[in-house]
Each structure stands twice: as structure tokens, then as C-alpha cells.
């Protein structure tokens, strides 16, 4: 007996089918790696939305609107214009290298939240040695300042690594541990050796020449000779660290995709077991992973306190300083990618920015740029999308019944009803037959037999 089958289609070019294959798999990653981001923050802005038509008063329009107008001016305050651009660009800038050094921690599976002291450690280290040797030249001195810091934060986060490789000591107790008790360092510092004559709690400003210009400056000094020159350079104060920073996202991206480091940090964050089995050292590359991640930390605390105003370290700027803790957000709400941290520091960094054209603007608090940010976490901890992905897949394919067409008589077979009237359901070789294969048994009445009644009538018709 057989069915009626598909006519054969014409054969697709190899080559035009792989492109094909490769686009839709692009398109397929694209979508998996931006479509919880994405909702984490729709979800994040229409809570916004509820907490600002609840707070604020008048009509329900009147409400809707005013929300509306806060969100308009946060914009505005982040993006509006050149100048608003570049302050968000300041905050973007050390959000960039913790949130880095949060992500490369979180692909060996190590949950990073020493961002902060490792960033403190950095500028530490890097004001002692600019204060120190103030009259060295900077072509000298700004190198030593930015590989000084870079490894005072590699340290401070080794420590966590080796302490984690040697005695399984867990990194998030030993992270807060070590957080404060740089904080506290650096207060002791602040206030005492490094302090400024005259000053409370605060060291002298960096030498000038260790000061990093700022973008529009460096664009005047250079493609200004040939471009349209920036008016008014010193408005724009965003500085040379942001180039820094996507050099480092590109480093990032390289050292996790392209080398054999990023393969095996991948493998021991996946399964540590696997990777033992494989002959990778799960024990070096936990202290390695957890250096590197201070390194970039380390750096961007170094370049913050050469790259802006006032250019000095003051007492308990650490403590009360959120940046570690945000990179975090933003490792997170970024996917642990190089071009999803960009854009999470670029919002989390346009936030910051825009939140105090709001309350002025809009009488908002500002305080609603951290419930924003808040919830973004929430909704991505919860995983909403892989939830509601589900619930659509399950709710279609209730709806879809398969049939079979029936070749010779035209009935239609229901594949899902359950048998009646006492009938066993179909079995082959005393196990239940699979779904896939009920339609190659049905006879032209519409009705499923089984290989007994098929042999059967083989054997009539041979008779």
C-alpha cells in the first residue's frame, strides 16, 4: 500500500543554498542575542511608565503624558546635542571596562563583583606613582601610569582567582571582602600620606602632563587641519579614554573568539570536568580569567582619574561610586558580548546623564533611572522571553491536529485521537508506534492498521 507523496522540487543551487543557510543563521542569532535585552528593557520602561502615571497627578491622560515628557527629556539629556552626548560618554567610558571585566569573569562561569575594587586599586596605584614622580616627562610617565594601573587591578583580582583555584574559596564572598578593604585603603591614603596640603580628604591634582586630551582637542589637532574644526573644543569633555575603551571591547571580542584562551575559558565555564578530562588546567585559567578581568578594571579606573576633571582621587569616592556595580547590569543586559556591552553601558551611561534634565525638566525624581535600571535586571534574571516563547510554541501547536490524507479513498485520519471502542493503539515490535510513522499504515478506509492486519493481507493477495 503506499501514499500519495510529494513531488519532488527542483533543486536549489548549493552555493545559493548555503548563503541562504548562513543568513537565516545570522538572522537567528541576531534575534536570540537581542530579542531578552530588548524586552528586558520594553518590560523595565512600561513599569517606568506605571510608577510615573501613579506618582504624578491629575487626569489619566494628564498622567500618560507626563510620562511621556519625563521619558522625552531623558533623552533629550542623554542624546539631545553634541555636549549632552559627550557627558554621556564620560559615564560610558568606565562602564565599558568594568562591564568587560564582569563578562570575562562570567564566561568561566565566576560571578565578578569586585569590579569596583579592582577599578579602586588601579586609580590607587596610578596616583601614587603621578604624584610621586610629578616632574618625570609624560611621555614617560603617562605609559608607567596606565601599565601600573592596569596590573595593580589584575592583582587585586587575581587574588580572587588563586583564592578560588587553591582553596575553593567562593569569588562573590571573596570579591566584597576585597572591595572594602581597598575602599578602605584608599580612604587611609586620601586622608593621610596622599593627602593634599590644605585640602580634606582629597590628594593633589595629576601632573598636567599626565592629563589625557580631550576628543574634539585631538580632533582639531589633527583631521581638523583638513576637516571643519570643532567650536568650542573644551564643551565637549568626553576625552581620548573612549577610544581606550573600544580598543578594549575589540580585544575582548578577539581574545573570546579567536584564541585558544577564550576556547578554554568557554570550556571551564561550561563544564570544569569536561575540561579537566581534556587536559585543560581548570586551576590557571580561573587565576588567569580573574586577572584579566582586573586588568581591565584596573585600567579603567586608571584612565578615569588621568582623563577627567578634577584629575585627583578624593576620600570615599569609592565607596559611594556605583560604576562597579552597574558594569554588572550591563554584562548583563549586554549578553557578555563585546557589541551588547556597548550598547548596555550606552544606556545605563545615557540614563545617568539624561536623569537630572528629567527631574528638572519634568519634576521626575531621578531616582527613576535606577528603578529603570533595576527592573532591566529583574526582567532579564527572570528570563520573561524564553517563558512567552514557550507559551506561543505550546499554543500553536495545540492548535495544529495532524492528518492523514488517506492515498486511496480520500479519508482523513486524526493521528491524535485516542483510541475506542477498546481499540490498542498501533504497536510495532510491542512498543507504541511512533507518531512519524502512523501514516505509512493507513489503509483506504481511513484506518490505521497494524502489522498483523498488514501482513495478512499481503498474504491474501498472494493467495
Known amino acids: 500500500m503506499a501514499l500519495q507523496t510529494a513531488q519532488p522540487r527542483s533543486p536549489t543551487p548549493p552555493a545559493l543554498e548555503t548563503r541562504s543557510t548562513a543568513w537565516l543563521l545570522w538572522l537567528r542569532r541576531v534575534g536570540s542575542g537581542l530579542g531578552r535585552p530588548l524586552l528586558a528593557l520594553v518590560l523595565a520602561l512600561i513599569a517606568g511608565v506605571v510608577v510615573i502615571m501613579i506618582t504624578a497627578s491629575g487626569s489619566l491622560i494628564d498622567r500618560f503624558n507626563a510620562a511621556l515628557l519625563a521619558y522625552g527629556y531623558l533623552f533629550v539629556g542623554a542624546f539631545g546635542n553634541a555636549a549632552n552626548l559627550s557627558f554621556s560618554l564620560v559615564n560610558v567610558t568606565p562602564l565599558i571596562f568594568t562591564g568587560l571585566s564582569v563578562a570575562i569573569a562570567y564566561r568561566a562561569r565566576l560571578f ?37 594601573g592596569a596590573l595593580a587591578g589584575a592583582v587585586w583580582g587575581g587574588i580572587v582567582g588563586l583564592l578560588k583555584a587553591w582553596r575553593g574559596a567562593h569569588e562573590v564572598v571573596t570579591t566584597i571582602m576585597l572591595n572594602w578593604i581597598i575602599f578602605y585603603v584608599s580612604d587611609w591614603l586620601v586622608s593621610g600620606p596622599l593627602q593634599a596640603p590644605g585640602q580634606a580628604d582629597q590628594t593633589s591634582s595629576m601632573p598636567p602632563q599626565t592629563n589625557l586630551p580631550k576628543l574634539s582637542v585631538l580632533y582639531n589637532q589633527t583631521l581638523g587641519h583638513f576637516l571643519p574644526t570643532i567650536s568650542q573644543p573644551e564643551q565637549y569633555i568626553v576625552d581620548i579614554s573612549f577610544l581606550f575603551a573600544l580598543a578594549a571591547l575589540v580585544v575582548y571580542w578577539f581574545l573570546m573568539t579567536r584564541t585558544t584562551f577564550g576556547y578554554e575559558t568557554r570550556v571551564v565555564g561550561e563544564n570544569p570536568r569536561a575540561a579537566q578530562y581534556a587536559g585543560i588546567s581548570v586551576k590557571r585559567n580561573v587565576v588567569l580569567v580573574m586577572a584579566l578581568a582586573g586588568l581591565f578594571a584596573g585600567l579603567g579606573g586608571t584612565l578615569q582619574l588621568m582623563g577627567q576633571y578634577p584629575y585627583e582621587v578624593i576620600g570615599q569616592v569609592f565607596r559611594n561610586d556605583t560604576t562597579g556595580f552597574d558594569a554588572i547590569g550591563v554584562a548583563l543586559l549586554g549578553r557578555m558580548t563585546a557589541i551588547g556591552i556597548f550598547l548596555g553601558a550606552l544606556l545605563f551611561g545615557g540614563m545617568r546623564q539624561g536623569g537630572s534634565l528629567m527631574q528638572l525638566k519634568a519634576n521626575v525624581p531621578g531616582d527613576l533611572v535606577y528603578i529603570i535600571e533595576a527592573l532591566v535586571l529583574f526582567s532579564i534574571a ?21 492528518t492523514v490524507v488517506a492515498a486511496l479513498a480520500g479519508g482523513v485520519v486524526d493521528l491524535d485521537q485516542e483510541p475506542t471502542n477498546g481499540a490498542e493503539a498501533p504497536m510495532m515490535n510491542d512498543q507504541p508506534l511512533p507518531e512519524t510513522d502512523k501514516a505509512a499504515l493507513a489503509d483506504g478506509q481511513g484506518q490505521v492498521q497494524t502489522p498483523a492486519q498488514e501482513r495478512q493481507h499481503q498474504q491474501n493477495g498472494e493467495a
Open 112 to 148: 565578578n563583583i569586585g569590579a569596583e575594587g579592582q577599578f579602586a586599586a588601579g586609580t590607587i596605584l596610578a596616583a601614587i606613582i603621578g604624584l610621586k614622580c610629578s616632574t618625570w616627562p609624560g611621555w614617560l610617565l603617562v605609559p608607567l601610569m596606565i601599565v601600573a
Open 382 to 402: 527572570v528570563q520573561f522571553l524564553p517563558v512567552i516563547q514557550q507559551a506561543i510554541v505550546k499554543r500553536f501547536s495545540a492548535a495544529r491536529r495532524p
